[in-house]
Nanobody, 124 residues
Framework: LQLVESGGGLVQPGGSLTLSCAAS????????LGWFRQAPGKQREGVIC????????GYLDSIRGRFTASRDDAKNTVYLQMNTVKPEDQAVYYC??????????????????WGQGTQVTVSS
């Protein structure tokens, strides 16, 4: 069971970036899909989540109207679309999956499977 992230990199302030998280060894269907991030010196925080029923929940006021998440069950992949990126968005981003819940959670301890993390650097 593996989650492989891609799409991180350098983005200018105000730019856009899309992160992908592909699952192998299990289906994302009926799973709760979360995106988390951790900046240097800070605790990991929940960013956004898709419930098993497909409902989207954002956990940070700072990302509302800028970030969204989506899933493609045919590709077994979840995406994080980041728009109007700000310097404070710079962090390592992680996707996470739980098959033990139906509803979203912002707690990392509620998720069993994690991607390896992908660095997002915001700089001009």
């Amino acid at each position: 069971l593996q989650l492989v992230e891609s799409g991180g990199g350098l983005v200018q302030p105000g730019g856009s970036l899309t992160l992908s998280c592909a699952a192998s060894g299990f289906s994302l269907d009926s799973s709760v899909l979360g995106w988390f991030r951790q900046a240097p010196g800070k605790q990991r925080e929940g960013v956004i989540c898709i419930s098993a029923g497909g409902y989207l929940t954002g956990y940070l006021d700072s990302i509302r109207g800028r970030f969204t998440a989506s899933r493609d069950d045919a590709k077994n992949t979840v995406y994080l679309q980041m728009n109007t990126v700000k310097p404070e968005d710079q962090a390592v981003y992680y996707c996470a999956v739980t098959r033990a819940r139906y509803r979203c959670s912002s707690r990392g301890s509620d998720f069993e499977y994690w991607g390896q993390g992908t660095q997002v650097t915001v700089s001009s």
